[in-house]
């Protein structure tokens, strides 16, 4: 994936986001189509993620503390407009996944089988960590072609999650991901912007 093509896979998946979140609070739960394709938005982020932390000389401990540093300040305003403790937000489902990866990567499995109830706290649950770390790894190995029918295996556990198949839809979608122009990249906005339009629509609703 090229660097423009990361950035602007995210941004797509930040609109489906919205809409499935402004389906969700000021629409009673569910728009057809909106709603459909708003279970793109996380497999999105994660294969990109996965890509990100997959690259020679990524900072995996840092990507961690940022994504839970976001997700507690999220979780506040997450629970107040979905009205639920638990799961916890998006955010800190990447910061466990990210975490996971980081002990793959330092060969600490037993660390992995104590985390294992973990997953029980966030959105998503185990269907989004073995999302990311299936592709983490296929990244990692650059086995992405020749083992493409083990990332489209671990999409299972999230459909059976969603009760649906729209999330295999993100696997098209990824193919934005080889696009050559000149984008800005955007650290930080992202996860300003993931709090402050939660906070925004459960205001309006």
Known sequence: MTSAG???????????MTGDHAAKLLYGGYVPVVSELGRIAFPVFALVMAY?????????????????????????????????????????????????VLCAQNRRWWLVVLAIP????????????????????????????????????AFAPLCFYNGNAWALLALPVMALGQVELQVPRTRWAF???????????????
């Open 6 to 16: 990361r950035e602007i896979l995210k941004w797509v998946a930040v609109l489906l």
């Open 52 to 100: 990100n932390l997959a690259q020679p000389g990524a900072d995996v401990s840092k990507s961690v503390k940022r994504l839970a540093m976001w997700g507690l300040i999220a979780q506040p305003v997450y629970a107040w407009a979905f009205d639920v403790m638990l799961p916890v937000n998006v955010l800190l489902s990447f910061a466990l996944a990210a975490a996971c």
């Open 118 to 153: 973990m997953p029980l706290l966030v959105d998503y649950q185990w269907a989004g960590i073995v999302l990311v770390t299936v592709w983490w790894w296929l990244f990692a190995t650059r086995r992405v072609d020749s083992h493409f029918w083990l990332g489209a295996a």
């Open 191 to 205: 996860y300003g912007y993931y709090v402050a339009h939660i906070g925004l629509l459960a205001i309006i609703s």
